[in-house]
C-alpha cells in the first residue's frame, strides 16, 4: 500500500472499501493530524467502520481493537459511502468495517500507521 503524501496545507482523503468479508484502505501510513477517510461499501451488507487505537506492541498477532474507538460511522448501506475526518497522533491504529448492529459476520480490519508529519517526505512508497 503507498504511503500517503502531503503538503502542509492539505492532504488526500485515505480511501477505505468495505466489502463483505474485507476492508481495503489504499495506505498504510498517514502523518499526524486531522486524517480524512472516504469510505465506500462495496458488500451486500450495510457496515459499520470505525477508527481505534491498536495495542501497544507492534507485530502483535491478530489486530485487536484497544480501547473504546476514537471514531464511529454506523449503517454505510451498500453503495454508499461516508466521510470521515479524525484528527490522529503518531502511533498505531486498527480500521475496522463491522457488520451493522446485529450482525453475525466477523468485523474485519486494517492496521495504519500514523507518524509524524515532517517524516513523510523521506518515507518512500510501500
Known amino acids: 500500500m503507498p504511503t500517503v503524501h502531503t503538503s502542509s496545507t492539505e492532504q488526500p482523503p485515505i480511501l477505505v472499501v468495505l466489502y463483505d468479508d474485507a476492508i481495503e484502505p489504499d495506505a498504510s501510513v498517514a502523518p499526524e493530524g486531522e486524517v480524512r477517510f472516504t469510505v465506500m461499501n462495496r458488500g451486500s ?64 480490519r486494517a492496521e495504519l500507521t500514523v507518524q509524524p508529519a515532517n517524516d513523510q517526505a523521506s518515507r518512500p512508497e510501500l
Open 45 to 108: 451488507r450495510a457496515h459499520d467502520f470505525l477508527v481505534a487505537s491498536a495495542p501497544a506492541a507492534p507485530g502483535e498477532r491478530g489486530l485487536r481493537v484497544d480501547d473504546t474507538p476514537l471514531s464511529r460511522v454506523g449503517g454505510i448501506v451498500p453503495g454508499g459511502s461516508a466521510d470521515v475526518i479524525v484528527d490522529l497522533h503518531v502511533g498505531r491504529y486498527i480500521l475496522e468495517a463491522a457488520p451493522e448492529a446485529g450482525g453475525t459476520d466477523a468485523a474485519t
